[in-house]
């Protein structure tokens, strides 16, 4: 049972969502990730606030507020208006709370789905983006945000180590701080037979507080398409590497969507390097239905070891599937 409304209020547009449904994890014969019993837990939903005008000068106030079965986010954004021809501000508010499964998940259902242990991440942070003018095939954006984050159990209290006795944090206190400066790139060509697409991003750990984490954090990923006759063939290359002071949260996780397939998040390793090739072949069987045949494989390259607080085994592991579409 759901429930959806809009609201014009003045000239601010309110959008409520919210999805009543209940034990939704057992409808889909997945176990809940932490403690739902009450009934709240199972309350997932959004509710979006939209003014074009905030103080009468085009200034855009966006609140958005989600809730789901085992995370929320909320986001307060706020944007100046300027020229088209410069880089447009927006001053932005976040909180997050998700589970931790990337790193201290377990691997479950033959690795086909990591669960949570009882971690989760609180995450606040604050700061300006700068979105560059968009060109033919280019776009840029740069950010500076301060962040406080904190692991948590099921219950909301701040906890420092996991239940093996390592820590969660690179302090090894109860959060940590840390204030970074994000660019991030993206080229994209795309026409009837072919596409190629290049993300590059790239963190850096500023030392402007005490105690603040210093890192550098870089992540590439190139995809290729093309067709072939009724077929399609699409490639892709990702990679990153991450070094300086780093906590166990911040570790490439191998497995899941938009990485190795067929296992869960974290599920194949994680690491301060990593290493993920795709390759995906889509054959039409029918009108309405196509066959596609990938193969995925990934790697820590061998960094598993230096991720702090945990011992992972190396390893690179290859899935190959087919799925009807």
Request: proline fraction near 5%; include cysteine; aromatic fraction near 8%.
């Amino acid at each position: 049972m759901g429930a959806q409304q809009s609201v014009n209020a003045g000239k601010a547009k309110v959008d409520v969502h919210v999805d009543l449904t209940h034990m939704l994890c057992e409808a889909l014969l997945l176990p809940p990730m932490r403690n739902s019993g009450a009934t709240f837990s199972q309350i997932v939903g959004r509710i979006s606030l939209k003014h074009p005008s905030l103080f009468g000068r085009s200034e855009k106030l966006d609140v958005i507020l989600d809730k789901g079965i085992n995370e929320s986010n909320a986001v307060v954004a706020f944007r100046r208006p300027r020229p088209e021809w410069l880089s447009q501000q927006s001053f932005v508010i976040q909180h997050t709370m998700t589970p931790e499964i990337a790193v201290h998940g377990f691997p479950a259902d033959n690795f086909t789905r990591s669960g949570s242990r009882g971690i989760n991440l609180s995450r606040l942070s604050l700061g300006v983006e700068l979105n560059e003018p968009a060109t033919s095939n280019w776009t840029s954006g740069t950010s500076v945000k301060f962040e406080h984050i904190r692991p948590v159990n099921n219950v909301g209290r701040s906890i420092a180590r996991d239940h093996d006795g390592f820590p969660l944090t690179c302090s090894g206190n109860l959060h940590d701080n840390m204030i970074i400066l994000k660019q991030e790139s993206g080229y994209a060509d795309v026409n009837d037979n072919s596409f190629l697409k290049v993300n590059f991003q790239m963190e850096q750990g500023l030392p402007l507080v005490p105690k603040s984490l210093t890192f550098n954090r870089v992540k590439c990923a190139i995809s290729k398409g093309i067709k072939l006759g009724p077929t399609f063939l699409v490639t892709s290359l990702t990679g990153g590497s991450i070094v300086g002071d780093m906590a166990p949260y911040q570790a490439f996780a191998i497995g899941g969507l938009g990485s190795v397939r067929g296992y869960g998040e974290g599920a194949v390793g994680a690491g301060r390097l990593c290493l993920v090739a795709n390759c995906e072949y889509t054959i039409p069987l029918a009108k309405h239905l196509e066959g596609s045949i990938f193969m995925d494989c990934g790697s820590d390259l061998g960094s598993a070891r230096h991720v702090p607080g945990k011992c992972f085994t190396s390893s690179v592991f290859l899935c190959t599937n087919f799925c009807l579409i």
